[in-house]
T-cell receptor, first 115, second 115 residues
Framework: SQTIHQWPATLVQPVGSPLSLECTVE??????LYWYRQAAGRGLQLLFY??????ISSEVPQNLSASRPQDRQFILSSKKLLLSDSGFYLC??????????????FGQGTRLTVV | AQTVTQSQPEMSVQEAETVTLSCTYD???????LFWYKQPPSRQMILVIR??????QNATENRFSVNFQKAAKSFSLKISDSQLGDTAMYFC????????????FGKGTLLTVNP
């Protein structure tokens, strides 16, 4: 099975500062990768997903960007954080096509507070 | 575009009783996967059960089972013999198995199991 490493676990950043959250995947190759944001007590909002190196699809126009420089690395960035960027960020990986084992694996999440 | 709807923001059940969480989805695709994920207060995402759309038989995992109605685009989760540890947020999710690998979640149902 896959293991998703996501860091840092918690982050407090001032408004206007840059952001870089990293997610790496072990145990598979060429996965589909996702970044989600979750507000407290709410659902998972899909921010970006990627089906391969350099391929990024954006779901919500906003202050964030994503990159996939390597097959198993997915990075979420911002040049200048806003208060509204606060939330819980989850990285996920899924490899479809392997029917018996298709499932999404998640990182532990990053709790971002912009102050 | 694919959408996932969970119409019950909150539900409660007595310990040892049975509860059903509803989920409907909208897609024009024929090859896809459906999931139920559990998110306890730790916020770790835990796979509860999965269903491949081409399989007519409803998936079961111990106390958890689904009622998959493909024509009605319905995918409900039944939890039997509810336990206190089942208290969590439950998310229904959809993933297309073709070229569009977008993994979409519903807004979640907060389930509370009462002693």
């Amino acid at each position: 099975s896959q293991t998703i490493h996501q860091w840092p676990a918690t982050l407090v950043q001032p408004v206007g500062s840059p952001l870089s959250l990293e997610c790496t995947v072990e145990g598979t190759s060429n996965p589909n990768l996702y970044w989600y944001r979750q507000a407290a007590g709410r659902g998972l909002q899909l921010l970006f997903y990627s089906v391969g190196i350099g391929q990024i699809s954006s779901e919500v126009p906003q202050n964030l960007s994503a990159s996939r420089p390597q097959d198993r690395q997915f990075i979420l960035s911002s040049k200048k954080l806003l208060l509204s960027d606060s939330g819980f960020y989850l990285c996920a990986s899924i490899k479809t096509g392997e029917d018996l084992n298709t499932e999404a694996f998640f990182g532990q999440g990053t709790r971002l507070t912009v102050v | 575009a694919q959408t996932v709807t969970q119409s019950q923001p909150e539900m409660s059940v007595q310990e040892a009783e049975t509860v059903t969480l509803s989920c409907t989805y909208d897609t024009s695709e024929n090859n896809y996967y459906l999931f139920w994920y559990k998110q306890p207060p730790s916020r770790q995402m835990i796979l509860v059960i999965r269903q491949e759309a081409y399989k007519q038989q409803n998936a079961t995992e111990n106390r958890f089972s689904v009622n998959f109605q493909k024509a009605a685009k319905s995918f409900s989760l039944k939890i039997s013999d509810s336990q206190l540890g089942d208290t969590a947020m439950y998310f229904c999710a959809f993933c297309y198995g073709g070229s569009n690998y977008k993994l979409t979640f519903g807004k979640g149902t907060l389930l509370t199991v009462n002693p």
